[in-house]
């Protein structure tokens, strides 16, 4: 009999602890919004894509299919009803910011990121994506990272750069390549199941 209840024990111990490992493996109940540019970095998209259980894809600059909704048609008062709006990155987004130029899906975009600070929702960036919080001015005095190169960017709009995977600065987590996508995405589940929302 004490054998059985030792290996009942035994049991009971291992289930509990594959719960608690893979507690941060499953999406966080909550509704996010990936918002995705031309030619957005896939691996990105995969892994953010599975940061919550109600995922909205907003399309922007070129992107043709693919998407939800677009980001023209996203009001600010939509952002209430996400807990976290992740920007994504990619050639597309990378060439639009290396130009320099803020274009009109730029300035859409950054205007999102500025509800969604001003709404207090959480808010990602990933590879040339914090260029974006930083256009909208919601970096300035923070810390952040972003795709190697894209530096000046940053700078340029206050934000300071840190060398590093991923920045948590506030409600604003920046990641800088897409080999951080999966950490990124961890701390983004982390700080929406604490309910920073």
Not at 88 to 108: A, T
Request: with cysteine; charged share 20%; aromatic share 6%.
């Amino acid at each position: 009999m004490r054998r059985y209840v030792a290996v009942a024990i035994i049991v009971a111990v291992l289930v509990l602890a594959a719960a608690l490992f893979s507690w941060n493996e499953t999406p966080v109940e909550g509704h996010v919004a990936l918002v995705v540019f031309e030619d957005y970095n896939q691996h990105e998209f995969e892994t953010l894509r599975s940061t919550a259980t109600d995922v909205t894809v907003v399309g922007a600059g070129n992107l043709t299919s693919g998407y939800d909704v677009r980001i023209e048609d996203v009001k600010p008062s939509d952002i209430l009803g996400y807990d976290a709006v992740i920007f994504i990155g990619g050639s597309g987004l990378y060439r639009r910011v290396e130009s320099g130029r803020m274009d009109r899906d730029l300035e859409m975009a950054a205007g999102l990121a500025e509800s969604a600070s001003r709404s207090g929702r959480i808010i990602g960036a990933i590879c040339a994506a914090p260029a974006i919080p930083a256009m909208a001015g919601i970096l300035r005095g923070q810390n952040a990272t972003i795709y190697p190169g894209l530096e000046g960017v940053l700078s340029e709009n206050g934000a300071r750069y840190v060398k590093a995977d991923v920045v948590v600065s506030g409600r604003i987590v920046t990641a800088a390549t897409p080999e951080s996508a999966g950490k990124l995405r961890d701390t983004l589940r982390a700080i929406i199941r604490k309910g920073y929302s």
